[in-house]
């Protein structure tokens, strides 16, 4: 049985860190790139961060570069995202995706979503 299990959440004032985890299990974990997406009510998902199976390329949102850093640990099946500076606009249900293009099909695997509020 596929799970991602986030975990980290919460709530924090404006300029507070916050580290998000997310543990895998029921899946190769380290066959799989991973993800942080986040969502705000009545909006879309949107990407936030993504890294490579093996940890060897980052891709960043540009409104969160130089803030976060996601990272893995592939012995732990675990994801995180360190997320510093947090603003207001950061608060939002974060999301952990793990993705892996086939063949012989495409799999995508959610977690339930942790929610961050950033606010004063």
């Known amino acids: 049985q596929v799970q991602l299990v986030e975990s980290g959440g919460g709530f924090v004032q404006p300029g507070e860190s916050l580290r998000l985890s997310c543990a895998a299990s029921?899946?190769?974990?380290?066959?799989?790139?991973m993800r942080w997406y986040r969502q705000v009510t009545g909006e879309g998902r949107a990407l936030v961060a993504g890294?490579?199976?093996?940890?060897?390329?980052?891709n960043y949102a540009d409104s969160v570069k130089g803030r976060f850093t996601i990272s893995r640990d592939n012995a732990k099946s675990t994801v995180y995202l360190q997320m510093n500076a947090l603003k207001p606009e950061d608060t939002a249900v974060y999301y952990c995706?793990?993705?892996?293009?086939?063949?012989?099909?495409?799999?995508?695997?959610w977690g339930q979503g942790t929610q961050v509020t950033v606010s004063s």
């Open positions: 029921g899946f190769a974990f380290r066959m799989y790139g």
């Open positions: 995706n793990a993705f892996r293009s086939g063949p012989p099909r495409d799999y995508n695997y």
């Open positions: 890294i490579t199976n093996i940890g060897g390329t980052t």
